[in-house]
């Protein structure tokens, strides 16, 4: 396979390229480029590596939030200081992310713009409602994941970072596919506020707002708030690995304890002393 490799010391630079050849490819951690590259599902005639751009780079606290940049690794989230203390789920879902070599080198930029149906950051961004920047404008979590393998990304464009509110109200919980270590069906439950927010992924076609379970979570944060909640099995999709049916009751069963956990770190919640799944 041929094709040219570029690394721009500025964002301008990767930009321009980017315009300039419509076949271009953005190149992180390729952690999921490279294999499709090696599959022939993808043939880019450029790689554009981002490494060395520092608007890229970096976390920190960031106008009443948390930045993290596209480029840190899932690694560098994981064992960040300042996630830990600002949005602990966050560096609890990285750590959960593949094995270490794939924490190493699988960015955040790469994982959303990538949105895989069973990534564990679409389920983090949209739980958290963050804020994706790019090289041109703020898009919400909402709007940014559009399906399968699609984000409302235009074709040159660039993920900057995403800001996320601060948030100790949350919790991430998948059961693993255990070759890859994806989601086979994974939950983000966060409390902003008086809004509860539940994010799946691995149950369909791209992350998905399960709006039944945060209308009730919102009125009493408590499993049995989900009791008359049933996931449609009809927005799941079933593969060798598991039924449509199976997703959407293990999405059930992982909201639930998402909660639970959630009630158990906040010792103030009186709740914490009777919920049960
Ligand atoms: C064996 C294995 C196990 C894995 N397990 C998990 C798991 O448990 N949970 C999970 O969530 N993920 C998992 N992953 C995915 C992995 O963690 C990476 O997040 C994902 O593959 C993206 O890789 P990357 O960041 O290297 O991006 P790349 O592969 O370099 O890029 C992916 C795509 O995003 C585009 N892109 C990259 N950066 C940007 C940017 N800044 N702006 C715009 N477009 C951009 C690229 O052009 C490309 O199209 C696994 C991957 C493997 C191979």
């Not at 690995?241 to 997703?247: E, L, N, T, V, W």
Request: hydrophobic share 45%.
């Amino acid at each position: 396979m041929d094709f040219d490799y570029r690394r721009p010391a500025r964002l301008a630079e990767a930009v321009a390229w980017l315009r300039e050849d419509p076949e271009a490819k953005l190149l992180a951690g390729g952690q999921s480029l490279l294999a499709a590259m090696k599959l022939r599902l993808s043939e880019p005639s450029m790689l554009i590596d981002l490494q060395d751009l520092p608007e890229l780079l970096g976390v920190r606290e960031q106008g009443g939030g948390l930045w993290i940049g596209a480029m840190c690794s899932h690694a560098s989230v994981a064992t960040s200081p300042i996630v830990q203390r600002l949005a602990p789920m966050l560096a609890q879902l990285a750590q959960g992310i593949g094995d270490q070599q794939i924490r190493q080198r699988g960015t955040l930029g790469g994982s959303i713009a990538n949105a895989d149906p069973a990534a564990c950051w679409p389920a983090g961004v949209m739980a958290l409602n963050g804020t994706v920047f790019t090289d041109r404008r703020k898009i919400a979590a909402d709007e940014f994941f559009t399906g399968l393998f699609t984000t409302a990304l235009e074709a040159d464009e660039v993920v900057l970072g995403v800001q996320f509110p601060c948030v100790q109200q949350a919790h991430y919980l998948k059961f693993e596919q255990p070759a890859s270590r994806f989601a086979l069906t994974g939950v983000a439950v966060a409390q902003l506020g008086s809004q509860v927010r539940v994010a799946v992924t691995g149950l369909g076609s791209g992350i998905y707002r399960w709006e039944a379970a945060e209308r009730a979570l919102s009125l009493r944060l408590a499993p049995e708030a989900l009791r008359d909640c049933a996931l449609d099995a009809d927005i799941a999709m079933g593969d060798i690995h598991a039924s449509a049916d199976y997703r959407a009751h293990l999405a059930a069963v992982l909201t639930r304890r998402a909660v639970q956990h959630i009630l158990k770190s906040s010792p103030s919640s009186p709740s914490s002393r009777t919920s049960s799944v």
